[in-house]
T-cell receptor
């Protein structure tokens, strides 16, 4: 089954404790991206990757790191989480370039709470 | 500047009625794509419908149709014969450019509640 998986799905942590949210896709997609969703703001892009070893900042990259060492994996790293990073996080992937009408495939989301 | 605007934070509709969710967008690109997603309370993002900027006909997918008015830069989602299961958050999104650039820009969302 074609899918994007994220782990963990739910996480409660404390300020300053490093964490990693994993993302993996089995569709051989070149493009992968991380979004965060906050009430009243929709989804905003954090980082994206066009292919292995190629990453770039999105609209809200502060406080986050990513890496793309393998095509299928795109982990999101919070080196020192803060309460303002409490959010719902989505990983997404697609082909490059995307076929007309082809959407990005979203993971199930990771709900992160930073106390 | 906001590129995608959804002006209805919440909507309440009676079951079986049709509902229109508004979306306006702002872009200077000639080539772009417009998407609608549904997010139920469980949180996942479900792709509903797509409209390309060069598509002359409005997109339709089952009970969903997209009322695309290019000159007005609007891409409203129409759900016919609403059902209780349509209660969810709905997001309009745009992808600018057809090649390479793949960032999706989202609106703020509209929470739709279907009343029995």
């Amino acid at each position: 089954e074609a899918q994007v998986t994220q782990n963990p799905r739910y996480l409660i942590t404390v300020t300053g404790k490093k964490l990693t949210v994993t993302c993996s896709q089995n569709m051989n997609h070149e493009y992968m991206s991380w979004y965060r969703q906050d009430p009243g703001l929709g989804l905003r892009q954090i980082y994206y990757s066009m292919n292995v070893e190629v990453t770039d900042k999105g609209d809200v990259p502060e406080g986050y790191k990513v890496s793309r060492k393998e095509k299928r994996n795109f982990p999101l790293i919070l080196e020192s989480p803060s309460p303002n990073q409490t959010s719902l996080y989505f990983c997404a992937s697609s082909f490059t370039p995307p076929p007309p009408g082809d959407t990005q495939y979203f993971g199930p989301g990771t709900r992160l709470t930073v106390l | 500047a906001q590129k995608i605007t959804q002006t209805q934070p919440g909507m309440f509709v009676q079951e079986k009625e049709a509902v229109t969710l508004d979306c306006t967008y702002d872009t200077s690109d000639q080539s772009y794509g417009l998407f609608w997603y549904k997010q139920p309370s469980s949180g996942e993002m479900i792709f509903l419908i797509y409209q390309g900027s060069y598509d002359e006909q409005n997109a339709t997918e089952g009970r969903y149709s997209l009322n695309f008015q290019k000159a007005r830069k609007s891409a409203n989602l129409v759900i016919s014969a609403s059902q209780l299961g349509d209660s969810a958050m709905y997001f309009c999104a745009m992808r600018e450019g057809l090649q390479g650039a793949q960032k999706l820009v989202f609106g703020q969302g509209t929470r739709l509640t279907i009343n029995p």
